[in-house]
């Protein structure tokens, strides 16, 4: 049987826009580096994500000499990969209150007029802390402005598992994961505890609990019913629906496309 080994490593430099591709990586304690360190956020300081604001599927963004371009519609803003010092200030993501800097005025009116309401770019200094939820923590170890843990990976097999189940198959895309691997069955990433991805160690936390960003289209914008609707009926324990393991590190070395996974 073939091996475990890593296909695909993705960063979503701000915080539910588009996912960038990348030959390799360099893993910091909060997840990968640039991987979630820019969000957008409301007049009241709250996150913004695809949830209640599909359309923030259509910002794609790519690699640059400086940092990134993002792209809406033809239009394009660089993003550098430190941004000018700002303003500091609170923002609020899930239940955490965090300490961001906001980035310049052209940012934010970049953004809202695309988006057709207030919002404010912000980056989350590598500094700052942000503690992962203290029933997986392993030590004292932060997050990025992720959901909740550093980095998630999912298994090719898995997806092709899920889309044999559907009338039209999904893209990975759905699931913004950091690392996607050949090799192996269905699921089984879920089970892993202790495991190396070339030289860096990891540890798996606990199964990604899955919501509505997966029905967005990232090409389109429109929203539909799966794949949740399939991953509900046998994905499905605790009250949540799973696909993907939430992920952290142990080793702050570099990650590259084609390294082998080694188990325990």
């Known amino acids: 049987m073939p091996g475990l ?3 695909e490593i993705w960063i979503y430099p701000v915080k539910s826009l588009g996912g960038v591709r990348v030959e390799k990586a360099r893993v910091l304690e909060k997840g990968l580096q ?3 360190r820019w969000m957008l956020i409301d007049e009241n300081g709250k996150f913004l994500s695809q949830r209640s604001h599909p359309m923030m ?3 794609k963004i790519r690699n640059n000499e400086t940092g990134f371009e993002i792209s809406f519609q033809g239009e394009v803003l660089e993003l550098k990969t430190e941004p000018a010092a700002g303003a500091e200030r609170t923002a609020v993501i899930w239940d955490d209150t965090v ?4 980035a310049a005025t052209g940012y934010h009116r970049w953004f809202s007029d695309r988006l057709h309401f207030d919002c404010r770019l912000v980056s989350f200094p590598e500094s700052n802390p942000r503690l992962i939820d203290p029933d997986y923590r392993l030590a004292g170890e932060s997050v990025s402005l992720a959901d909740g843990y550093p980095m998630l990976i999912i298994g090719q097999a898995s997806l092709d598992d899920l889309n044999g189940r559907l009338n039209e198959p999904v893209p ?4 913004r994961p950091n690392f996607v691997f050949t090799g192996g069955t269905p699921y089984e990433e879920e089970k892993w505890h202790e495991f190396k991805i070339g030289q860096n160690a990891f540890v798996g936390v606990k ?3 899955r919501c509505q960003v997966t029905t967005v289209d990232q090409q389109t914008a429109m929203v539909g019913k799966e794949p949740l609707l399939a991953l509900s009926k046998y994905r499905r324990w605790n009250g ?6 939430n992920v952290i590190p142990v080793d702050l070395n570099e990650v590259h496309e084609s390294d082998e996974i080694r188990l325990g």
């Open 240 to 245: 949540n629906i799973y696909f993907g393991l």
């Open 99 to 102: 300490s961001v800097v906001e």
């Open 172 to 175: 990975m895309n759905r699931f």
């Open 34 to 36: 640039h991987d979630r």
């Open 207 to 209: 199964p990604c609990a």
């Open 57 to 59: 599927s259509l910002f």
């Open 5 to 7: 080994r890593l296909s």
